[in-house]
């Protein structure tokens, strides 16, 4: 047989990415289903759970093929399945077509990024699975009349082009409505800042340590702001926006999750946040929409530095494969 080649950087990074988000959607999908009422919805939490183990299982095949230490992730420590019902199934559903969503976007670019053949494989199954689990979440949701839809706006007259400078302009003079791919991206940022504002509601009342409450307090103030940013953009041109999703949370005060497995679920929510504001802004041409996500993005950015500081000092941040560091390399060399 021919031996296969190392992984690359790119494929160890993504692999080692994946397990670590699939060990966090275990626990919180096998909680999810200890309380679930809606059987549709349970159906649909159990393929969801599924996907994950099939996932968990195959990378931890690669590792071991290739000696990589398997990560630790989030264990049965990380998750209590009889700890109250902190969210409804509507938020459940949500949160699945959410999932879908993410799952779609990162699954795509790591199998742009993969050259071996098993782990091009394996994320093209990831696509394929994921694609079939965000439709069938979608077509739940509007069965349901849960589904929220984006603003239509009316067909063009005729095929026309730009003729002022007015069409880049935002803030002084003439002020252009939005175009239709500004408002997708308005809505879809809307949408995950509503899903993040509900999630982080519900971890800031369960949560066990000061410093991570106070975190999740200054996450779902965060979260509501640029919620309101997005919503108030559309409501300058009579466009409809998207609902809070904060009464889908229950009272509970009893955590069904560990700090250390929500903290790490919010900081996967800002990374992909910052990747997608970054995507709006180049599609964007009117400055001010530009200007508003460049401040966002600076805001959730110094957000996360100061996660990734409690994390670290908690000792709750798993270390990432990392190129060796060739001058300590040297150092070592020089001392022996």
Known sequence: MT???????????????SYQNDTMAMCGIEYFLSN?????IHSLLQYALSISRQHIRR??????????PIP????????NLDAPRL???KLYLYYLVNMGKFGLSSYSLALSLASRQDVIDYYSDCL????????????????????Q???????????????????????????RPLLAIEIANLVYNAKRNTLGEALITGFAQVARDKAVIKYFKQGRELANRHLETFSSLLKKDSLSTVDHLSDEVTDSTNSPFSDKLMMYHVSTLIASGIGQYGVAMAASPRHDLSVHYARLTAEITKYANDGANIMINYGWMEQPPEA?????????QEKE
């Open 72 to 79: 630790v992730g989030f264990t049965k420590q990380d998750v």
């Open 149 to 175: 839809e984006a603003p239509s706006i009316p067909n063009p007259e005729q095929v026309d082009f730009v003729k002022k400078q007015s069409f880049l302009a935002g803030w002084i003079g003439e002020q």
């Open 87 to 89: 969210f409804s199934d």
């Open 59 to 68: 990378v931890k095949h690669i590792f071991t093929q290739e000696e990589f």
């Open 324 to 332: 060796p560091n060739r001058k300590e390399l040297v150092k070592k």
């Open 3 to 17: 031996q296969k080649r190392p992984l690359t950087a790119s494929e160890k990074a993504n692999l080692w990415v």
């Open 36 to 40: 679930v009422e809606d059987k549709a």
């Open 128 to 147: 394929e699975q994921t694609k079939k689990l965000h439709n069938r979440g979608k077509k739940l949701a509007m069965e349901k009349g849960v589904f």
